[in-house]
């Protein structure tokens, strides 16, 4: 079964930086697109970046742009989040997530990591 | 990047149906047939229902259907279970490699 575990969440002042990553394992990481999705506290899902499986497509929501930056490792089957600036309002849970292929979807998710952005 | 519009909730006793609409714009549930439903259980990972407006990944009930009219796409269970009780998102394709999620219905089971 498709296994996402993210990592690297915690609390952290407004203004700085925090870096996600995922652990893939159970399929072959290096041929799927992925996701990464959050969820604030009481609200719905947002979805925030996609990164092709070569690297070469990547895209982000307008409300996280400049700020946050997918990357993907396929040698260490691990998916990045570099969270820059980072302001109260981003506090979530990130979820990243397994790109169904040719079907512009999500199949998998992970169980999410939270972080907490407070002074 | 508007969110796409779902009631805030629906509820339905066992063994009867709902129907949860999402509605979007002709750039995205009007335009693409990337329509997809999630099912959420607070805590847990959210799961896939259907996928390409109508289908469902294999081991979902064929109670959860899905359809399109135009910018607005809709999820209906049949038969309602207490298990289906959770919160469900639309999902849908808008262009340029980006997607846009609905606000999240609450499905209460009476």
């Known amino acids: 079964q498709v296994q996402l575990v993210e990592s690297g969440g915690g609390v952290v002042q407004p203004g700085r930086s925090l870096r996600l990553s995922c652990a893939a394992s159970?399929?072959?990481?290096?041929?799927?697109?992925m996701h990464w999705v959050r969820q604030a506290p009481g609200k719905g899902l947002e979805w925030l970046a996609f990164?092709?499986?070569?690297?070469?497509?990547?895209s982000t929501a307008d409300s996280v742009k400049g700020r946050f930056t997918v990357s993907r490792d396929n040698s260490r089957n691990t998916l990045s989040l570099q969270m820059d600036s980072l302001r109260t309002e981003d506090t979530a849970v990130y979820y990243c997530?397994?790109?169904?292929?040719?079907?512009?979807?999500?199949?998998?998710w992970g169980q999410g990591t939270l972080v907490t952005v407070s002074s | 990047q508007s969110a796409l519009t779902q009631p805030r909730s629906v509820s339905g006793s066992p063994g009867q149906s709902v129907a949860i609409s999402c509605t979007g714009t002709?750039?995205?549930?009007?335009?693409?047939?990337?329509v997809s439903w999630y099912q959420h259980h607070p805590g847990k990972a959210p799961k896939l229902m259907i996928y390409?407006?109508?289908k469902r990944p294999s081991g979902v009930p064929d109670r959860f259907s899905g359809s399109k009219s135009g910018s607005t796409a809709s999820l209906t269970i049949s038969g309602l279970q207490a298990e289906d009780e959770a919160d469900y998102y639309c999902?849908?394709?808008?262009?340029?490699?980006?997607?846009?999620f609905g606000g999240g219905t609450e499905l209460t089971v009476l």
């Open positions: 997530a397994r790109d169904f292929s040719e079907k512009y979807t999500i199949d998998y």
């Open positions: 159970k399929f072959t990481f290096r041929t799927y697109a």
């Open positions: 990164i092709s499986w070569d690297a070469i497509h990547k």
């Open positions: 002709s750039s995205d549930v009007g335009f693409y047939n990337y």
């Open positions: 390409d407006v109508t």
């Open positions: 999902y849908s394709y808008a262009g340029s490699n980006t997607w846009v």
